[in-house]
């Protein structure tokens, strides 16, 4: 098989002392009620053999489970007007409360209460060099919403993603349909979180963020969501 590496990206990646190839697989642009199973069973049926791991983007998940909030659906407050003029805008892995509809997103979510103790706190450990506060004050369905915003695709301009439900069971479910190990990750250029894996794979999460450690899905336009990952021979 030929292995296809995105711009800037490399093929090959070493992880304690092991040699992973990694093929990013270009799809066509997933919209919202796609099954996940079809999609996933289209572009790797031909390829995976046993012992692969398909990495797959958190977002198509999200947006094939319908997990998707409307611009016109988010009344924005005074309150986060307020509150996202003392945010940042544009931090290292995209858009984030610094935009009134993000911030108001987290107040929908997490309450009034918390994103005002958030804000604070993460405002007072900014002078100490110490980020993220605020996102584990408000909790993980905040930090991982996507999109409001056209910098790469027009189509997420007036919808955001959310998180993908239950990506654990996901796996689960792709691995017993498919017969593929997998994990569903949210990673961009600057960090990787493993959301879930299925229960067949034995690497722990340090080990599989390792193995995408440098992004090879990318983070512009490369419509590439799914990665296969095999160990070199």
Known sequence: ?????????????????????????????????ENYIDVIRKYL?????????????EKIIAICQGRIVKREDIKIG??????????CRKNRGGYGVGMPI??????????????????????????????????????????????????AWEEYRDIGIEIPSDPRGVCRKIREKLGMSCMIVDANDFGQ???GKSDDIEYD?????????????????ECTPLILIRKAK
């Not at 005074?78 to 945010?87: G, K, V």
């Open 193 to 195: 979180v493993i959301l």
């Open 1 to 33: 098989m030929e292995y296809i590496a995105n711009e800037g990206k490399k093929v090959s990646i070493t992880v304690n002392g092991e040699v992973y190839l990694r093929h990013a697989i270009k799809t066509h642009f997933v919209k919202s009620g």
């Open 45 to 57: 049926s031909e390829i995976y053999r046993e012992g692969d791991i398909v990495s797959i983007s």
């Open 102 to 151: 993000n911030m108001q997103y987290a107040i929908n979510k997490a309450g009034r209460v918390r994103v005002l103790i958030g804000s604070l706190l993460g405002g007072f450990c900014k002078l100490f060099g110490v980020k993220g506060v605020f996102y584990k004050i408000v909790g993980r369905e905040v930090a991982g919403l996507d999109g409001f915003y056209d910098g």
């Open 205 to 221: 999460e340090e080990t599989l963020a390792a193995m995408i450690r440098d992004n090879p899905a990318g983070q512009r336009r």
């Open 78 to 87: 005074a309150l986060a007007r307020f509150l996202s003029y003392f945010a």
